[in-house]
């Protein structure tokens, strides 16, 4: 979301590779080459080409992990707050969805909560969320959690997809590069 840091971002692009293609396009190449078109502080780490017709990362994605800096806590209060929210049958807000009200049982998108550790103003939460059929924000979580938490900093760490079974996140830097047709999608992190 807006105002959030992301240490782990991912973006399906089709490319037409013109005179790469028949030079044998080479993924490696492409973080690069890409980061040097990006403003500063943004890199590229890692691409891998992915065969036309799969799943878009969009749909693949079912869970992302989160750390959220929280102001005016301790630890220990906000352990006691992560606890009451995993023993907790529902979790009911009301958010705006497409310029409506709707109400959503945020429960079951909770997948995992923990402190993992303590700011100088506060406590480091650590919340996996699932994001299908819709994702939860995570200052929507923190308001569902207890209104008073102030959400200082904000960092996405990872995001989870399933792949036979196995959870993985879309593309490791350093992976392995599939290969693929001339023109095909490429998957960059």
């Known amino acids: 979301p807006t105002g959030a840091e992301s240490l782990a971002e991912y973006l399906d692009v089709d490319l037409d590779l013109g005179d790469d293609a028949a030079d044998g396009f080479d993924p490696a190449t492409l973080p690069d080459r890409l980061t040097s078109c990006l403003p500063g502080g943004i890199t590229v780490v890692a691409a891998a080409i992915v065969d036309t017709g799969v799943m878009s990362l969009q749909q693949a994605v079912t869970s992302c ?9 301790t630890g220990s209060q906000l352990a006691a707050v992560a606890a009451r929210a995993l023993a907790a049958d529902e979790i009911v807000i009301t958010r705006e969805r497409k310029s409506k009200q709707v109400t959503d049982d945020l429960r ?9 550790g ?4 506060g406590a480091l939460l650590e919340a996996e969320v699932g994001t299908q059929p819709r994702s939860v924000r995570p200052s929507e979580l923190l308001a569902a959690l207890d209104p008073v938490l102030t959400e200082r900093r904000v960092t996405r760490i990872h995001q989870w997809m399933t792949l036979d079974g196995v959870r993985c996140e879309p593309l490791s830097p350093g992976g392995p590069v599939a290969s693929s047709s001339a023109h095909a999608e490429v998957r960059a992190s």
């Open 108 to 116: 079951p998108y909770l997948l995992a909560l923990s402190v993992v």
């Open 65 to 73: 992990t989160w750390h959220l800096e929280v102001g005016g806590t």
């Open 118 to 121: 303590e700011s100088p103003d």
